[in-house]
Nanobody
């Protein structure tokens, strides 16, 4: 009943900027948290940034360069990436902790670990 779709990936030169977007769709009641993770070839998937209603946290490797934000009215989360480096190259995944309606009676359920399909970010000259 809930889906996450990322967009905004692409090829960018070192030092450049890129903004990723993630749209949550479905019968959403509320969003507890949203986050961005990334996975480079041969490596594990790691947290990049996460945002709740009152807090944000970042991986040390992106602090000062990346900014996560959300638009509650649109059920969107964004990742503004500046001063990109080749080591930022990875598939970026959106992750959500979301409460949704299960049926028309108003019952709700929670999925605390839903993923999008990923979007490729390549930083190269």
């Amino acid at each position: 009943q809930v889906h996450l779709v990322e967009s905004g990936g692409g090829l960018v030169q070192p030092g450049g900027s890129l903004t990723l977007s993630c749209a949550a769709s479905g019968s959403i009641f509320s969003i507890n948290a949203m986050g961005w993770y990334r996975q480079a070839p041969g490596k594990q998937r790691d947290l990049v940034a996460r945002i709740t209603s009152g807090n944000t946290n970042y991986a040390d490797s992106v602090k000062g360069r990346f900014t996560i934000s959300r638009d509650n009215a649109k059920n969107m989360v964004y990742l503004q990436m500046n001063s990109l480096k080749p080591e930022d190259t990875a598939v970026y995944y959106c992750n959500g902790d979301i409460v949704y309606y299960t049926d028309l009676t108003g019952r709700i359920n929670r999925v605390n670990d839903i993923w999008g399909q990923g979007t490729q970010v390549t930083v190269s000259s």
